[in-house]
């Protein structure tokens, strides 16, 4: 292995842990020690087919992909979303991969809109990757109820209890590939990061307020003080009156 790559990061408060998703060779989601920063391998490695119980393909044949976003849920457990178009020909289908703090393997849905590998514009012989080329960096968010995935243009909502596609909605000012950050509270609102704000919505995709910023929004995050902390290239800032519950 080459690499120490994490795409995507979260803290669990209950183990003390930070689990990466896209670690040691991008394929694989593992947890790092916060004090020490060092990963803290687990026998194997733990990608998006192995996570999974038995062979792969018996799931979702042709995903293997890497693990691009990661987000903890309000219970606990961890879902990942992956990519697709690796190179090997062998991975043609994005997945959301759920698991325990333990990598035990809890969720597993195929039918999730495709997360590209390479960044934009498509580069494969000399590929580079940096947040708001493209949505890798923070794509998928859990509330109680549901998971949801962002695509830049459009959130699709999945039942957090059984892998299925409950509905999606088209986001107003969002551009496909080209915008990030989503955050979920626990009233299942989601929190979206668009061309040129932050945009709040009920979980029936109904608008119920946003805030204008800068420059296109790439990541995002929940700060103290019921506020919301956004950032994209050459800006970052701190948004009140958007929270909509405790989260």
């Not at 669990?12 to 803290?40: C, I, V």
């Not at 992909?65 to 190179?87: C, K, L, M, Q, S």
């Not at 991975?91 to 703090?101: A, K, Q, Y």
Request: glycine share 12%.
């Amino acid at each position: 292995s080459c690499c120490e790559t994490g795409w995507r990061m979260v803290f669990d408060p209950a183990t003390n842990r930070l689990y990466g998703a896209g670690s040691n060779g991008q394929t694989k989601a593992t947890w790092y020690d916060p004090a020490t920063g060092l990963p803290m391998w687990l026998p194997n490695g733990w990608n998006a087919c192995n996570i999974i119980s038995g062979p792969c393909p018996s799931a979702c044949p042709n995903a293997n992909g890497e693990f691009r976003h990661i987000t903890r849920a309000p219970n606990g457990n961890f879902y990942g979303y992956t990519a697709v178009g690796d190179g090997s020909g062998s991975n043609n289908v994005s997945t959301i991969t759920g698991f325990d703090p333990n990598f035990a393997n809890i969720y597993r849905s195929c039918n999730v809109p495709p997360s590209p590998y390479w960044t934009i514009p498509f580069a494969p012989s000399s590929p580079t990757y940096y947040v708001g080329c493209y949505y890798m960096g923070n794509g998928i968010a859990a509330s109680n109820c549901y998971i949801y995935i962002y695509t830049g243009s459009q959130v699709q909502k999945f039942d957090i209890n059984y892998p299925s596609l409950l509905g999606a909605g088209a986001i107003a000012g969002g551009t496909l590939l080209m915008n990030s950050g989503i955050l979920a509270d626990l009233m299942n609102n989601f929190y979206v990061g668009t061309q040129n704000g932050i945009s709040v919505y009920d979980p029936n995709f109904n608008l119920i307020t946003s805030a204008v910023t800068t420059k296109p929004v790439y990541d995002m995050a929940f700060a103290p003080g019921n506020t919301i902390v956004a950032c994209g290239i050459g800006f970052v800032g701190v948004f009140a009156n958007l929270v909509q519950t405790g989260t």
